[in-house]
């Protein structure tokens, strides 16, 4: 399986967007590979929160928003629990980032999701650098 970063997902409906043509190949390629792609709940939640924020530009609808989702999901991308992470693994993580506590925490949590159920974290933040020595098999979508 591999597991999707919201940047991807902004990126991939955004055409104005510099990533748009990489995230929108990417996430249309993982979708239709034989290998399972999954979004995490905080990548959902923070998707409708951020793209439903009227201080970005560009910003959905709520109902434009829901529906990406509902697509993705039809299309067979599976919504990922966190279940199998564990306190230790989240807190080395996030110890480990190059980045404050504060702005640590998403990207120390997906790393320890992707970690903790042997999957792949798909992401063009080069932050997640600093947790493949921990585990992490990490891919920038624009080196495919």
């Known amino acids: 399986m591999k597991i ?4 991807i997902l902004f990126y991939a409906i955004d055409p104005t967007s510099d990533l748009h043509e ?3 190949r990417w996430l249309e ?11 995490a709940w905080p990548t959902i939640t923070q998707f409708l929160r951020l793209g ?13 928003a829901m529906g990406w989702v509902e ?6 991308v599976e919504v990922v629990g966190d279940a199998d992470v564990r306190w230790e693994l989240f807190a ?8 404050s506590l504060r702005n640590a925490i998403d990207d120390a949590y997906l790393a ?3 970690i903790s159920r042997g999957t792949t974290l798909a992401s063009f933040d080069l932050d997640f650098e600093a947790f493949e020595r921990h585990g992490l098999r990490w891919e920038d979508p624009r080196s495919q």
């Open 4 to 7: 999707a970063d919201v940047q």
């Open 22 to 24: 990489p995230a929108a």
């Open 29 to 39: 390629d993982a979708i239709n590979a034989r290998e399972p792609l999954g979004l």
């Open 52 to 64: 439903t924020n009227p201080a970005f530009p560009g910003h959905m609808r709520d109902e434009e």
């Open 71 to 76: 697509e993705w999901i039809e299309a067979g």
């Open 92 to 99: 080395e993580l996030a110890r480990a980032s190059r980045r």
């Open 112 to 114: 320890a999701l992707a």
